[in-house]
């Protein structure tokens, strides 16, 4: 008989299973609610008074950078460690807004600063990935860490992030939070704030970003440079892929937005090249004078500087150089790539290496780097650091062809792995070229009170910091001889005075040191020509004659009136031939004295500095002509000397500039000796400008190079659209200027009256007194310069 009672069945095993498990989980459960209990505890005993007051957050006022605009308020310049430009909320396009959210906090409208479902999700994806594949910070997290934190992974911080999250929910609304997030985020490129980032990756206002843009600067929160568009565009492009199909699911944007946004072809600018009108040697310029003025703070007050500068003569003054300097480049024999690269041989990791060696290569946006992978007579496949393959081909190829034959030197052949340069024409086709290395510099300014109106300092920026416009001393050559001739005309000379243009030759005896062989450009002479004669064709030896009759130690004390040193240019005669040194910055301000009536204005470049508030600090209160400004020359000096300077523009060596269709330009070109300067300084009524070419270490630039063959031309290039819509100007005669048979004279230099009638030529000499040249033989003549050579 059985020792139980058979009316109880046994228990089966799956109940006791389940009993198992409900005390399992009760214990868990109590065990989870007590360390949570104790984690809130610790929190609120420990932690809680640890966290940093909000003051940053509620008055946040972040260090505004230095920003630098031209006359026209387009930004040219920014400088600050911190690269920000603050904007409301109301002003973020609503596309870049959906963007971030898309990516970055899809429900940061509806939690409380930490998102339970976000970090739930996140943590079974870490499950089911084995790792941490997700986050789940939101964007109030995101401004906690951002503003108190560090961005070490532990869970402490995590803690403290999301304690800070639940009190600033408190303190400030999602508008607020979000905004200041907008501003605060770094992107990159030294760029804080989505407004500062359009500007740099894209050169446009936060408002005109489209949705392709947006969808790429989303991208950069989470890691700057791993989805940096200009250094890492394939990881960036695939990073705004995966924005836009998430702005598509959230239903942000359609079907066709999305596929039109993924199609667009975005055009990147990068740092140094997001500003619309090109002026870093100026923003450079008032960078200087700023510091120089508020140290440091400079930097973080959010100072704005108005300059002089007008947007649109700046960028087609650096155009201008530009393509003057190009143009140079292309007439002369290619130099061979700039570097040479291994390739391996499978594809992923050819990519890389072109990647990499691209980076170390500065692209200006016009002339690109590349890498050839093929190359042979006929084309020539090249890859860019965006990725694009460029095939090069026909008249893209002629300029380099020399270096793709097969007999080329290994130095200069163009093969697989080849650094070289490319550049894309108005018709899209593409061709090789070269960095030059020929440099070049602009200047404009207002004659009337010195306000620069266009300043490039050299070729590139990036390249080369050096500024041409206010640090290169150069000779000026011929563009000098208008100073000697204006002080001519005090002492008595006139455009109907009549020189001997002949040959002069001093030997090492004569001279007590070397030889002297003066010559004329182009070895040609004509005998006694006119003094305007002789300015309109650019005669050295009727400068030479010149000099030697007013003397060079008075010629180098009458220059100082236009701003030049004296020490710059020793009293000899080889000043009249523009042998002394000067600065195009001085060259511009000397020439504005003729183009003002005769006052000497001082250059300025900042019109008016604010702070942060839109408070003025300091504003400009330039010389004027006319007014306050120091007369330096008679009206009468200047009228005349535009007057000759009008028929070397129109008539003589720089007759180019009818090409502008104006009779009220005057100027004068400018070629030192051996080629190595050459010059166009020249002028209208409302605006002066200086342009030089030449090399930083001056040697010959060539057969042919002179001031009228490759300096005019750019200087035409800049004053065509500079002068646009400016009527012509007809230069009133002064009173006391006189014309008699055609010509003009002062009043009181006429013919019979003070007046010299000519230098070493063969008819009377004319009457003694101290404004006439008393020697007219050839052999009085060279003993009058010899005495100069002789003087200590």
């Known amino acids: 008989m059985p020792d139980y009672d058979s009316s109880f069945p046994p228990e089966p095993a799956a109940r006791g299973f389940w009993r198992a498990f409900m005390l399992w989980l009760s214990i868990t459960v109590a065990a989870v609610g007590v360390s949570g209990a104790l984690l809130v505890a610790y929190a609120l005993v420990v932690m809680v008074p640890k966290l940093p007051p909000l003051d940053a957050l509620i008055d946040y006022r972040p260090a505004v950078p230095l920003r630098i605009y031209t006359a026209d308020h387009v930004l040219i310049g920014e400088f600050g460690v911190q690269r920000r ?158 924005i836009l199909k998430r702005m598509l699911n959230l239903r942000y944007i359609d079907q066709a937005q999305y596929e039109a946004a993924l199609n667009e072809n975005l055009s990147l600018k990068g740092l140094g090249k997001e500003f619309r009108a090109p002026a870093q040697y100026a923003a450079e310029m008032v960078r200087r004078i700023m510091v120089a003025q508020y140290q440091d703070e400079a930097y973080t007050r959010g100072l704005s500087v108005i300059t002089t500068l007008h947007s649109e003569d700046q960028i087609a003054a650096y155009h201008a150089v530009r393509r003057g300097i190009v143009a140079y480049e292309q007439r002369h024999p290619y130099r061979g790539p700039e570097a040479f690269i291994h390739l391996p041989d499978t594809p992923a990791a050819r990519d890389q290496i072109i990647e990499n060696a691209l980076l170390e290569y500065h692209d200006d946006g016009a002339l690109l780097p590349a890498v050839v992978e093929s190359a042979n007579t006929r084309s020539v496949q090249a890859k860019l650091l965006s990725g694009e393959t460029l095939n090069i081909q026909d008249q893209g190829l002629s300029f380099a062809a020399p270096a793709l034959s097969a007999r080329a030197p290994d130095a200069i052949r163009i093969r697989p792995g080849a650094v070289i340069r490319v550049r894309k024409n108005a018709q899209g086709a593409w061709s090789i070229t070269q960095l030059p290395q020929l440099e070049g510099a602009l200047i404009a300014m207002t004659p009337q009170d010195g306000a620069i109106r266009a300043l490039v300092g050299g070729f590139d920026f990036n390249k080369n910091k050096f500024n041409h416009v206010t640090q290169a001393w150069r000779q000026p050559g011929s563009s000098f001889k208008p100073f000697i001739y204006s002080a001519a005309l005090e002492k008595g000379f006139g455009p109907a005075t009549v020189i001997n243009d002949a040959p002069l030759f001093f030997s090492a005896a004569q001279t007590g040191g070397r030889p002297w062989a003066p010559k004329n450009i182009g070895g040609v002479y004509d005998g006694p020509i006119t003094l305007r004669t002789a300015l309109k064709r650019s005669k050295n030896m009727v400068s030479i004659r010149i000099l030697n009759a007013i003397r060079p130690k008075y010629a180098q004390k009458f220059l100082t009136r236009f701003g030049f040193y004296a020490e710059k240019h020793p009293a000899y005669l080889p000043m009249a031939l523009g042998s002394g040194e000067v600065t195009p910055m001085q060259m511009a301000v000397g020439f504005a004295v003729f183009a003002n009536g005769g006052y000497r204005v001082n250059p300025y470049l900042i019109l008016e500095v604010s702070d942060q508030s839109g ?178």
């Open 85 to 242: 430009q603050p904007v409301r909320l109301k002003h973020i396009p609503d596309v870049m807004k959906k963007a971030v959210l898309a990516i970055e906090d899809a429900r940061f409208y509806a939690h409380g600063g930490v998102d339970y479902l976000g970090i739930a999700r996140a943590g079974l994806a870490d499950l089911l990935h084995g790792s941490a594949s997700q986050g789940a910070s939101t964007i109030t997290m995101q401004l906690a860490r951002n503003f108190f934190l560090t961005s070490e992974k532990t869970y402490t911080r995590k803690l403290y992030e999301a304690l800070l999250a639940w009190r600033i929910e408190s303190a400030l609304t999602k508008d607020q939070i979000l905004e200041i997030y907008m501003n605060q985020i770094y992107l990159g490129q030294r760029a804080y704030g989505f407004a500062v980032a359009a500007r740099v990756y894209f050169g446009k206002e936060l408002k005109d970003v489209t949705l392709a843009q947006a969808a790429m600067l989303a991208g950069l929160p989470k890691a700057p440079s791993a989805f940096n568009p200009i250094v890492n565009p394939k990881r960036a492009k695939v990073r705004q892929a995966y």
């Open 615 to 792: 408070a003025v600090i300091s504003r400009a209160q330039p010389l004027v002509a006319g007014k306050n400004a120091p007369r330096v020359i008679d009206e009468r000096n200047a009228w005349l000397m535009t007057n000759l300077l009008q028929t070397v523009a129109q008539h003589g060596t720089g007759a180019r500039t009818n090409a502008l269709k104006r009779s009220d330009l005057a100027g004068k070109t400018g070629t030192t000796n051996d080629s190595r300067d050459v010059w166009f300084a020249g002028f209208q009524r409302t605006l002066v400008a200086v342009n030089w070419m030449g090399y930083d270490q001056p040697k010959d630039l060539g057969k042919g190079a002179v001031g009228a063959a490759l300096a005019l031309p750019v200087w035409i290039d800049y004053m065509g659209p500079a002068l646009r819509g400016i009527p012509e100007y007809s230069y009133p005669r002064p009173a006391g200027i006189v014309e008699i048979d055609g010509e003009f004279y002062f009043d009181h230099f006429t013919p019979g009256h003070g007046f010299v009638r000519g230098v070493d030529v063969n008819f009377a000499p004319p009457s003694e007194d101290e404004n006439t040249n008393p020697d007219s033989s050839r052999e009085a003549e060279q003993t009058s310069i010899l005495d100069i050579f002789r003087k200590p």
